[in-house]
């Protein structure tokens, strides 16, 4: 034996078994005049199981009390204990040890042998061992890739995930590299909080819109509400409306200023002096393009220019106006 004459390794506790063939026989078998007959009838059975029970007077004590209490209870203890330990669901078992705790203290007063230190940690071993099994179940009910995944989330490795959902290294590695792009991209959104960490709510969302992150990433990393996230979105796009109407009126004011003053605002003296320009233009441009390129090296007005490619002949009218 590797541990105590009560446990050894890779097997289950003697109190376990003991109480586990103790299930197969009456209160009646539990009596003072009987007990004794069922503890040898036990002891031989578990003698075989590797632990010395017939020879060990801590054991065979320890079988001897288990008897009596059974005697006393007027009930196995397995069948109490089965149905605790079967009562458990991923959803209840808030941590192992307190999971543990709430069954020795539902079943100590009846089994007081249950509070020894040696069987509490027995109790917790069950309850982690009944947890994985349900983490198991829940896995294959999933199936596919959710169910893979779920084993991810609960810290299965490789091999025994494979083991489990029956796939292959390759549908394993599929899905694994999904995880990582997401739990890369959760880190992302993590250090770009941190970076506007100063900043309010507002300022943080819209940090984070920015750079691409997905609403729902937003609200799961960022603990956000969704109608904070709507919030910032609508006043993002205002404040976006606001900077285009901006550059709209910018652009309109830098090509008006380009295209020089209309023909009305020019006044008399600089039209005459656009339109003598513009005919030594005329006299030395061979073609529309280098007219148009002169005239802007000249910064002649655009209006002036149009007439000058398309109404030449229009110059005069225009001159004698100027002229008065």
Not at 126 to 150: M, N, P, Q, S, T
Request: glycine letters at 6%; aromatic letters at 4%.
């Amino acid at each position: 034996m590797t541990m105590s004459e009560n446990h050894i390794q890779g097997k289950e506790p003697l109190w376990l078994l003991i109480e586990k063939e103790l299930k197969n026989y009456q209160v009646s078998d539990c009596s003072d005049t009987t007990k004794f007959a069922t503890a040898e009838k036990v002891a031989a059975s578990l003698d075989s199981s590797g632990y010395n029970v017939s020879k060990s007077a801590g054991n065979w004590m320890q079988l001897v009390a288990a008897i009596t209490a059974s005697g006393s209870v007027g009930r196995p203890f397995i069948g109490d204990f089965d149905k605790a330990v079967g009562a458990l669901t991923l959803d209840n078992i808030k941590s192992i040890n307190s999971s543990a705790w709430d069954i020795i203290n539902s079943l100590g007063g009846d089994w007081p042998f249950l509070l020894d230190s040696v069987n509490r940690d027995d109790v917790k071993d069950i309850v982690r061992d009944k947890r994985v099994a349900l983490v198991i179940d829940r896995a294959k009910e999933l199936g596919g890739e959710k169910g893979i995944r779920f084993l991810l989330t609960e810290g299965f490795d490789q091999k025994k995930i494979v083991e489990i959902m029956g796939i292959s290294d390759d549908e394993f590695g599929a899905v694994k590299a999904k995880v990582d792009a997401e739990l890369a991209e959760i880190q992302r959104i993590k250090d770009l909080l941190a970076s506007v960490a100063d900043k309010d709510d507002q300022e943080r969302i819209k940090h984070l819109l920015n750079e691409n992150a997905a609403d729902e990433l937003i609200v799961e990393v960022g603990g956000f509400d969704q109608s904070a996230v709507d919030t910032a979105k609508s006043a993002m796009e205002a404040e976006l409306a606001e900077k285009k109407r901006l550059e709209e009126e910018e652009a309109a004011r830098k090509a008006k200023e380009a295209a020089g003053p209309s023909l009305d605002e020019i006044d008399d003296d600089e039209m005459l002096e656009y339109i003598e320009n513009i005919r030594e233009i005329l006299d030395f441009a061979g073609n529309e393009k280098e007219i148009r390129v002169m005239c802007e090296q000249s910064s002649i007005p655009k209006a002036l220019v149009e007439i000058a490619v398309s109404e030449p002949d229009k110059l005069d009218e225009l001159e004698a106006k100027a002229e008065g």
